[in-house]
């Protein structure tokens, strides 16, 4: 079986947005949940998306296990997998970790740019790497079988998760920094953690992480995939667009703000440019996946090739993180 | 298969609690875990439970489905079901019904002793019957499959919500108050009503429940069985125990009290005897179901008609308000 998954997105949904993910044939995205958001008000933002899954049947539904990217390939719908960009949701409290899990969490990262209780992120000047709480979680994920994801996490902090972690980690959304070098990009010694581990890259799309940003070219952006999977091999190479599509500005301002700051942090962005960039004209949404197909195939690859990079990867790390989960559920498996 | 199955029990739990359970042969137990808690103070008694299941998963672990009656037997475990005896822990929020049935509450109170944002409790002077919000979350409560039980609630709003449930409700622990009329014990027509829509009511040992209180004979309980089963039928009868071990007379206070007054409210009991009272000496735990086998068959019953009211009629009960739930939900399990 042959999937197409987007290993994350953070748009701001609607029906047009369903349709277009059907129209692309995506069978299965990693979505955001929330940033800075509490626990109570990431249940809130649970409960939207129970609403929608009321709503549209026919177009998205909630995905638990790997075994649901079947599901929705036979049903004809995308399969949708929370996440959660930082831990603030399960605040200072490793129980919500299970609970949040049960609700259908499958992601989570570490750490947002900053420093969290549990590591350090990407803009900081000093990283702690994994903290007592931090590795405590990190075991629990580990058990409960939420993946430890480190975008925006710092480099000593995402190398100590992949020491720490007994089960692979991932870098959902980033591209290599020695491509482009921002802060939110990876070095070689974490792609090549990540890839000796049983971990995932998702190359991003999103402009700041591309090299010229918008006006990234297809042909470039493929390219550096090509180098990478030259230098550290295909299988833990996948695609996770950071798709925010519809998104107002403020939203970008939460995700660099949250409640951290009373002062105007631009992260990627600068105070000329402030908002959303605007994405590559060859990637508008998820109706461009051929594009980026045709653009592998351009710079080399074979389909086996391309097919695994554009979802078969990300299928076969669902099926070895989030399943099979605590004790209780692996017994009921096994009746 | 036969079962045994306590249709409520809110103990003070620990491994001598649940080795008890084992010992009686329970094979399944709604438990309470929550009053007047709001949804992050329920959530963290879920977290409770979740340390238990998870260091005696010998004895005990949460069940979700009916089937998990079969997965308890096979394993020689007690499945444990969630329920709230108030529905405090949704909030003002009808999403959270969902929610917490994804967590597995399997039960919620409309109201307890007082008026709730859904019904009135069988304390008040006015009994509204439903309220504007409470017949909407039943609507919920029934989509999801999460019972609607009348325990604590006020005549007319327990009649009404049988009216307005599109699946059979339950009192999960009450006795009929022709037998001592308690505020707490349920009228002919709460009865009758619950026996002609495939309802369930669950006997109390609940001292204040019983005619005598502690000192009630096991023959004069048993006694009362028959005459309800010769009334009005024998298949939506149960146990629900009411056992409260090993609580601290500060938790009755709580029930009672909760954050809605300042003042002290007896309930059931009075100002000479307001914590939990004895039980009667043939039930003090779970071991003594065998007590009560006995005294049913002395007065009357068939072995078959004692093993429907010990669990098979709540079995049956379980199997038709636990699932099929959501669509999603059925949809997967249709696959």
Redesign the interface.
């Known amino acids: 079986m042959t999937y197409l998954i987007d290993g994350l997105q953070y748009s701001n949904w609607s029906e047009r947005i369903f349709r277009q993910l059907r129209a692309g044939g995506v069978d299965a995205v990693h979505v955001t949940l929330v940033y800075h958001e509490n626990?109570?008000e990431t249940?809130?933002v649970?409960?939207?998306w129970?609403?929608w899954?009321?709503r549209w049947?026919e177009l998205i539904?909630?995905a638990f296990t790997a075994d649901?990217l079947?599901?929705a390939k036979?049903?004809g719908r995308t399969a949708i997998f929370f996440g959660a960009q930082n831990p603030s949701c399960i605040e200072d409290?490793i129980?919500?970790v299970?609970?949040l899990h049960?609700?259908?969490l499958r992601f989570m990262q570490l750490s947002y740019n900053n420093q969290s209780l549990l590591a350090s992120g990407c803009y900081e000047a000093e990283d702690t790497g994994l903290t007592r709480m931090g590795r405590e979680v990190v075991t629990e994920m580990n058990r409960v079988g939420m993946v430890v994801d480190m975008s925006h996490s710092g480099e000593r902090s995402t190398l100590a998760a992949v020491e720490h972690s007994a089960r692979p980690i991932a870098v959902t959304h980033a591209n290599p920094a020695s491509w482009h070098p921002a802060r939110r990009n990876k070095s070689d010694a974490v792609i090549s953690a990540l890839a000796e581990t049983g971990g995932m890259l998702g190359f991003s799309l999103y402009p700041h992480h591309l090299n010229g940003g918008s006006a990234c070219e297809l042909s470039d952006y493929c390219t550096m995939i090509a180098r990478t999977a030259e230098r550290f091999g295909t299988e833990f190479l996948g695609i996770g667009t950071d798709l925010c599509q519809d998104q107002p500005d403020s939203v970008v301002e939460w995700m660099r703000t949250g409640r951290w700051t009373k002062s105007v942090d631009f992260g990627e962005g600068s105070k000329d440019a402030p908002g959303f960039p605007a994405m590559p004209n060859w990637f508008r949404d998820a109706r461009d996946f051929g594009n980026l197909r045709g653009g592998l195939r351009s710079v080399g690859f074979s389909d086996a090739e391309v097919a695994a990079m554009l979802g078969g990867n990300w299928a076969r790390f669902f099926a070895a993180s989030f399943g099979p989960e605590?004790?209780?559920e692996v017994?009921?498996a096994a009746?």
Chains 1, 2 share one sequence.
């Open positions: 626990f109570r249940v809130a649970v409960e939207r129970n609403r899954f009321e049947p539904f909630q649901d079947a599901l036979a049903t409290d129980g919500l299970q609970v049960r609700l259908g605590m004790r209780g017994e009921r009746e």
